[in-house]
């Protein structure tokens, strides 16, 4: 394998991709349209924003791989890259350079007198990337939260760097309290399948994580435990589509809703029956697969609120 290949393999760039493509719509779809109709979309601000963002989320998937070296030879070989193609002293330089990179980036997008706590939260999510690959990984449900509240993060980012305080708080207008119930929807959804996922992930590496150590669900609740947890939030998210899917109906809606059955509801509900009988890694591979399809889909539902706001 090439060495520019590997490092994009390293640093997930489709995932990366996926954050750009969150906050991009966040912005253009619901804020711009909601509260600020009169901006350009080639804001510079959120563009540091984003790749803020971006570098944070990197140099979060290198150290991760540079922890998870014992793991990822027992569950994933062929896909190996740090100490196979790339050494393990540039994997952690790797990590410095993108985590300061995020934190300048940071330091230029952010209003100092209105929103300087939000450099110091993405300073904090430099450290919690640093601690979930070096511990809390190998913890019971405490990393798979904390990695579902970072990618909320990065809708709730975009947000927060929108508002002052005041503005946050004192009696917002009719279009920033929708603008605020939307953002609420979207980060729980995010939050929400990122459970998901991540139980779905630990089921497939339990091998390698049984070996390192590791006590994830599957290896502390065992097997049949695991996918309960994982169905019933699945049963949550899933109802919780349904319930948006018939408020939007009486507001004409209909292409959106259709949209919404087709790539939401329906992957769900063939999700929950093939957890039924999923056993071997290449079973959750596949259902990994439907839910990244599932948060893809939800994230690009923004698009209609740019067209029928």
């Given amino acids: 394998m090439a060495l520019f290949p590997a490092f994009l393999r390293l640093i997930r760039w489709p995932n990366l991709i996926f954050i750009a493509v969150t906050q991009w719509l966040v912005y253009t779809c619901l804020y711009q349209p909601l509260i600020a109709p009169s901006l350009s979309v080639y804001n510079g601000n959120l563009i540091l924003w984003i790749l803020a963002s971006v570098f944070i989320a990197a140099a979060g998937y290198v150290i991760n791989?540079?922890?998870?070296?014992?793991?990822?030879?027992?569950?994933?070989?062929?896909?190996?890259?740090?100490?196979k193609i790339i050494c393990r002293r540039w994997a952690m330089l790797w990590h410095?350079?993108?985590?300061?990179?995020?934190?300048?980036?940071?330091?230029?997008?952010?209003?100092?007198?209105?929103?300087?706590?939000?450099?110091?939260?993405n300073l904090g999510c430099v450290f919690a990337l640093w601690f979930y690959s070096t511990r809390l990984k190998k913890t019971l449900l405490i990393g798979n939260i904390l990695i579902a509240?970072?990618?909320?993060?990065?809708?709730?980012?975009?947000?927060?760097?929108?508002?002052?305080?005041?503005?946050?708080?004192?009696?917002?207008?009719?279009?920033?309290?929708?603008?605020?119930?939307?953002?609420?929807?979207?980060?729980?959804?995010?939050?929400?399948?990122?459970?998901?996922r991540e139980a779905v992930k630990d089921m497939e590496d339990r091998i390698g994580d049984a070996k390192a150590g590791c006590r994830t669900m599957p290896i502390v609740w065992g097997f049949p435990a695991a996918k309960v947890y994982t169905g019933v939030w699945s049963v949550v998210l899933l109802g919780s589509l349904m319930v948006?899917?018939?408020?939007?109906?009486?507001?004409?809606?209909?292409?959106?809703?259709?949209?919404?059955?087709i790539t939401?509801?329906?992957?769900?509900?063939?999700?929950?029956?093939?957890?039924?009988?999923?056993?071997?890694?290449?079973?959750?591979?596949e259902l990994s697969r439907?839910?990244?399809?599932?948060?893809l889909s939800g994230?690009?539902?923004?698009?209609?609120?740019?067209?029928l706001l």
């Fill in 65 to 83: 791989d540079y922890f998870d070296i014992n793991i990822d030879e027992v569950n994933r070989p062929d896909r190996q890259v740090v100490d």
């Fill in 96 to 121: 410095l350079i993108l985590s300061v990179l995020g934190l300048a980036l940071t330091a230029l997008a952010v209003n100092w007198s209105a929103h300087a706590y939000l450099f110091f939260a």
């Fill in 244 to 261: 948006v899917h018939t408020y939007v109906l009486p507001f004409g809606w209909w292409f959106a809703s259709l949209y919404a059955l």
């Fill in 290 to 295: 439907i839910l990244k399809w599932v948060m």
């Fill in 264 to 285: 939401l509801i329906s992957p769900l509900v063939i999700f929950l029956s093939k957890l039924i009988s999923a056993n071997q890694p290449a079973d959750f591979t």
């Fill in 149 to 196: 509240l970072l990618t909320s993060w990065t809708i709730w980012v975009i947000y927060l760097s929108r508002f002052s305080s005041v503005e946050l708080f004192d009696h917002p207008d009719e279009a920033q309290q929708k603008f605020t119930r939307i953002v609420i929807q979207y980060a729980s959804f995010s939050f929400v399948i990122t459970l998901i």
């Fill in 299 to 307: 994230i690009l539902s923004l698009i209609f609120f740019y067209i």
